[in-house]
């Protein structure tokens, strides 16, 4: 779904619900999205791995690594190989009505999660306080 179809689908639920109030309309911001759920478990190999310092992937015939895991029914989740980051589209995700945001960080290192985390909620403040004009990207 992109920006346009998501303001669509805002202004429809204004039109039949009035206002927004009770709706949380999310978009996953940060992280690996899940792709794929299969029933073959491979906890055992997982911890294996983990307990090795490696993370469970399945690599495509183009070198692309997807990540695994395994949830606590035994199934196998497997997320796509590119990271997702909306930071860049924040202003746009904003403007859209958007007004939850999910970060993901199952893969990622406590000190890296709280960095993207303050990251998204310093672009949220500068754009929801500031004109666009005001708005200046600075690389971390």
Known sequence: INILEIKTLIRNLKNLHGEMN????SVFGYGFYRVMTARYDISY???RLKDSGIGAYIED???????????????TIIYNSKKICTIFDMDR???????????????VEPEQLLK??????KAISVLSGKSRKEYCY???
């Open 93 to 107: 995700v904003l403007e859209s009505g958007i007004n939850n945001i999910v970060i993901d960080g199952k893969f």
């Open 138 to 140: 600075r690389p971390i």
């Open 22 to 25: 009770g709706f949380l309309l």
């Open 116 to 121: 993207i985390v303050v990251l998204y909620s």
């Open 61 to 75: 015939q183009k070198g692309y690594r997807f990540p695994m895991d395994s949830s606590e029914a035994g199934n």
């Open 45 to 47: 190999y997982d911890k």
